[in-house]
């Protein structure tokens, strides 16, 4: 086996080329950062009719999007985000808004299974593109649980995903019945769901793993939907599936921009956002480029940082209230690895592929989170999410060979005071002696090479990557609360507005952050946001 130490940029998409378009020296609206949220705010700006051009400080756009060659020549892997569930009841894909699907050539693809949860004794649990055949999966553990489990899920269907949506678009949610129960569902925790609907250890296990695929404490008051709307998107979308790799989608984005006019600039590292006149008018780069703007300025920089980028103006105090507010949550840590062969797991009718795998238990989880607030890396029974996407989509590897993520939660800084330099390679292998045991095709000479990355790993490859959090972290409330995402699109500078996973509704592959934006921008410029999305 081969230990991965370093990585390259996957060899094709739009987000390949170092440097990309050159810098104009002014346009209506500069963006700051090529992620997938910018791209979708630069998108909708750029179908609008307004002169755009993303800045991007790495040489490839896609921020936690990317897709690399992190192990081996040929092994497509995706750095962070792999499914991308969450943006397909996004407008901008359910409703193709921009065209991404039918012109500019992004392919999803809906698996079944849509996860499988190997058990340590015995048959996994499959969850399938069916609520039905799911239900039945969950009956095998429990009737009294399948009848729970699919009340859920029609409930969510009954006016609380229409409610959720509102909320992930930021409107208004309105005084309807459903939007009652929608916020008293938000008011309870994950755990306090999972706990008083179900009984079933192995179920209370499965829909927790479920609730926390967005990386966020279950424990903790205003994730009490989660449970409902991820588990339901899984049912609806299966591990959804980008051809090619995350990668498609910002290169789609990137493709849609330049094919109105708009630059998007690689190895544009921006320093400074100048405000000038009352307004943010331009923005400066580490080698001293500057780009004007006419109209606005959007920035996806890191809600802890911006503040400390504006020149020209006193330190604003809402960015300042952010920059206090903000923390980074959990922290994530990944193993990459090229294998011979996908991954298969077992069961009663024979192997099973599938693009995606959950292991932990509810009492393994919270003992995880409760050492990773002590700075304590825990591998006993994990939190773990298992990825192999050419389980679905076979080119990303050559020879019908395979790539494979392991994502879990650790700390940043180890309570010991040890380099995580030191100590990643070993725990990696705990991680993946866990998967090995309930799995065929990860013995150690399947395995052709591996690359483990801490949290330090995590945030050095990404400046939005604060603290290892690839999620955006989260901001406190001034109650004591805790929310995902900054609940504001506008800032106190006239001109300048935000976009990315610090924003609402926070991280993950959701594109809301960047049409919320959007709307923003077209809205304070006069400018019609129906001309180019529809009302939610």
């Not at 979708?40 to 800045?55: D, S």
């Not at 065929?440 to 790993?457: F, H, K, T």
């Amino acid at each position: 086996m081969t230990w991965a130490t370093g990585h390259t940029a996957a060899a094709t998409g739009a987000g390949s080329a170092p440097g990309g378009d050159p810098l104009p020296d002014r346009v209506d609206v500069v963006v700051i950062g090529a992620g997938h949220n910018g791209l979708t705010c630069a998108a909708y700006l750029a179908r609008a009719g307004l002169e755009v051009a993303v800045l991007e400080a790495a040489d490839q756009v896609g921020g936690d999007t990317r897709t690399e060659q992190l192990t081996l020549p040929g092994f497509a892997h995706d750095t962070c985000a792999s499914a991308h569930v969450l943006i397909q009841s996004n407008p901008m894909i359910r409703d193709d808004e921009l065209g991404l699907l039918s012109t500019y050539g992004l392919r999803y693809l809906y698996t079944d299974p849509a996860v499988v949860l190997p058990q340590p004794d015995g048959e996994p649990l499959v969850v399938h593109r069916d609520l039905a055949a799911t239900a039945d999966a969950i009956a095998r553990f429990s009737s009294r649980d399948a009848a729970e489990f699919t009340a859920m899920i029609k409930e969510w269907h009954d006016g609380l995903a229409a409610v959720h949506g509102r909320w992930a678009s930021h409107l208004p949610l309105g005084d309807s019945e459903a939007a009652g129960r929608y916020r008293a569902l938000r008011r309870l925790s994950a755990w306090e769901v999972v706990h008083r609907r179900f009984t079933h250890p192995v179920v209370r296990s499965f829909v927790l793993w479920m609730a926390m695929a967005t990386i966020q404490d279950p424990r903790r008051p205003g994730t009490g939907f989660l449970p409902s709307s991820l588990t339901a998107g899984r049912l609806a979308f299966g591990w959804t599936t980008p051809v090619g790799g995350s990668q498609a989608l910002p290169d789609a984005l990137t493709a849609l921009i330049r094919a109105h006019g708009g630059a998007v600039v690689c190895g544009a590292h921006v320093e400074r956002v100048e405000v000038a006149g009352g307004r943010a008018a331009a923005v400066r780069t580490a080698d001293g480029r500057r780009g004007r703007a006419r109209r606005a300025v959007v920035s996806s920089a890191h809600l802890a940082r911006l503040a400390d980028m504006l020149e020209g103006c006193p330190t604003p105090p809402d960015l300042a209230d952010a920059r206090r507010r903000w923390r980074p949550g959990l922290s994530v840590f990944a193993v990459h690895a090229a294998l011979r062969a996908d991954l298969s797991y077992r069961s009663s009718t024979g192997p099973l592929r599938s693009p995606a795998a959950g292991f932990g238990s509810t009492a393994g989880v919270v003992r995880q989170i409760d050492a990773h607030h002590r700075g304590e890396p825990d591998a006993t029974d994990p939190w773990l999410l298992v990825v192999g996407q050419t389980a679905v989509d076979p080119g990303r590897a050559p020879d019908g060979h395979a790539t494979f993520k392991i994502l879990t939660i650790a700390p940043y800084t180890l309570r010991d005071g040890r380099d995580w330099a030191d100590v990643k390679g070993r725990f990696a292998e705990a991680l993946v002696d866990l998967v090995r045991a309930r799995v065929d095709g990860l013995a150690a000479g399947d395995i052709l090479a591996l690359r483990a990355e801490s949290p330090v790993d995590v945030a050095a490859r990404n400046p939005h990557n604060l603290g290892g959090s690839c999620h955006g972290g989260e901001f406190l409330t001034p109650d004591g609360g805790v929310i995902p995402g900054w609940p504001t699109y506008t800032t106190s500078v006239p001109g300048l507005y935000l976009t990315g996973a610090t924003t609402h509704p926070g991280g993950s592959v959701s594109g809301r952050p960047g049409r919320n934006a959007a709307r923003a921008v077209l809205t304070d410029l006069g400018l019609d946001p129906a001309t180019v999305m529809g009302p939610t």
